[in-house]
């Protein structure tokens, strides 16, 4: 993955992803993804900026499915974003906008979704939480952790540089969660780095791969999840996002592909890796894992609210996946 200083409709100056997600440089993707390029703000990947927005908006929401107080200004301290929307009243077409309304509220929902997964997690008794390809997420300042936990984010170093920096200009949150961050590649050693920060694999971990297997290689997937088992202990917990395969023409040439293109110069299906999937769940089970794989849908049905089922949908081959060892 590369970025560029682009001038599109996004707006002059907010990095712009070019690449294919399938060189050496194509990290994490929609929520993570980073150029590895000096650490300046326009090393944080447009992508994980749409989600901030994203959840900026979703936080001034009435019916709010998650609240966000952070994500705004990471979007405002990016840069050459001023024209993206932060709250409901700037998206026009309210949530039959494709981009900030449908593809903004799924990104919302997933937020909403994981949060309660994580909550549960450290409420059950699972005191350190790993965010692997953390990104902008600021769940260690913004959840109501059980006393005690640690909350770990491994990124690449540009992405938390730019984020140390948004937040160290904010006023600290007391009763936050201790937050330990990790400079690290997750498709090479991660997991050293996370031993020497203190991660004990003997006590009981809540790992969560947010918007980051969909952008790489099958086998930085199952490498990661062969890291992960070995260092989860009876009790852990993982939640992470997949997409079944590839979708048809008609599909990715629906609204929120074509428009995340065309209004933000972010093409998501140049991001995605193409390369066949592993079947992950399956592998987690046969390890002595307890899998369970949900649509977005299901999700939004319970809730009451969030992205329902559409013809040639872009959420439609997406799937949660939820495992506990």
Same mark, same amino acid.
């Given at each position: 993955?590369?970025?560029?200083t682009?001038?599109g409709?996004?707006?002059?100056?907010c990095?712009?992803?070019?690449?294919?997600?399938r060189?050496?440089?194509?990290a994490?993707?929609?929520e993570?993804g980073?150029a590895v390029?000096?650490?300046?703000?326009?090393g944080v990947?447009?992508?994980?900026?749409?989600?901030a927005?994203?959840?900026?908006?979703e936080?001034?929401r009435?019916?709010?499915?998650? %609240?966000?107080?952070?994500?705004e200004?990471?979007?405002r301290?990016?840069?050459?974003?001023?024209d993206?929307?932060l709250?409901?009243?700037d998206?026009?077409?309210?949530e039959?906008?494709?981009?900030w309304?449908?593809l903004?509220r799924?990104?919302a929902?997933?937020? %909403?979704?994981?949060?309660?997964?994580?909550?549960?997690?450290?409420?059950s008794g699972?005191?350190?939480?790993?965010?692997?390809?953390a990104?902008?997420?600021?769940?260690?300042?913004r959840?109501?952790?059980?006393?005690g936990?640690v909350?770990?984010?491994?990124d690449q170093?540009p992405v938390?540089a730019?984020?140390?920096?948004?937040?160290?200009?904010l006023?600290p949150v007391p009763g936050?969660?201790? %937050?330990?961050?990790?400079?690290?590649?997750?498709?090479?050693?991660?997991?050293?780095p996370?031993?020497?920060?203190?991660?004990?694999?003997?006590?009981?971990?809540?790992?969560?791969a947010?918007?980051?297997?969909?952008?790489l290689?099958a086998?930085?997937?199952a490498?990661?999840?062969?890291?992960?088992?070995t260092?989860?202990?009876?009790?852990s917990?993982?939640?992470?996002?997949?997409?079944?395969?590839?979708?048809?023409a008609?599909?990715r040439?629906s609204?929120?592909?074509?428009q995340?293109?065309d209004?933000?110069?972010?093409?998501l299906?140049g991001?995605f890796?193409?390369?066949?999937?592993?079947?992950?769940a399956?592998?987690?089970?046969?390890?002595g894992?307890?899998?369970?794989?949900r649509?977005?849908?299901?999700?939004s049905?319970?809730?009451g609210r969030?992205p329902l089922?559409?013809?040639?949908d872009a959420?439609a081959?997406?799937?949660?996946v939820?495992a506990?060892?």
């Amino acid at each position: 993955m590369s970025d560029t200083t682009g001038a599109g409709p996004g707006g002059a100056g907010c990095p712009v992803e070019t690449g294919t997600g399938r060189g050496a440089s194509a990290a994490a993707g929609a929520e993570t993804g980073v150029a590895v390029r000096g650490g300046a703000e326009t090393g944080v990947a447009r992508t994980a900026l749409l989600v901030a927005a994203a959840r900026a908006i979703e936080t001034h929401r009435p019916d709010a499915l998650a %609240r966000d107080p952070y994500a705004e200004h990471f979007v405002r301290a990016a840069g050459g974003c001023a024209d993206w929307p932060l709250h409901p009243d700037d998206v026009p077409g309210g949530e039959a906008d494709p981009l900030w309304g449908r593809l903004g509220r799924y990104f919302a929902l997933r937020t %909403r979704v994981l949060d309660d997964h994580l909550g549960h997690a450290a409420h059950s008794g699972e005191r350190q939480v790993v965010l692997l390809g953390a990104g902008l997420d600021t769940r260690a300042l913004r959840l109501p952790w059980p006393e005690g936990t640690v909350v770990y984010e491994i990124d690449q170093a540009p992405v938390l540089a730019f984020k140390q920096r948004v937040l160290d200009a904010l006023p600290p949150v007391p009763g936050a969660a201790e %937050r330990r961050v990790l400079a690290a590649d997750v498709r090479e050693d991660w997991a050293g780095p996370l031993k020497e920060a203190g991660f004990d694999p003997s006590q009981r971990t809540a790992w969560l791969a947010e918007g980051l297997f969909l952008y790489l290689p099958a086998a930085a997937e199952a490498q990661i999840l062969t890291d992960l088992h070995t260092y989860s202990t009876a009790g852990s917990s993982l939640a992470y996002e997949i997409k079944l395969g590839l979708e048809s023409a008609a599909v990715r040439d629906s609204p929120v592909y074509t428009q995340a293109r065309d209004r933000l110069g972010i093409d998501l299906l140049g991001l995605f890796d193409t390369s066949p999937r592993p079947d992950s769940a399956a592998t987690l089970a046969q390890r002595g894992w307890r899998t369970e794989t949900r649509t977005p849908f299901d999700h939004s049905r319970a809730l009451g609210r969030g992205p329902l089922p559409e013809p040639n949908d872009a959420l439609a081959a997406n799937r949660w996946v939820f495992a506990l060892r």
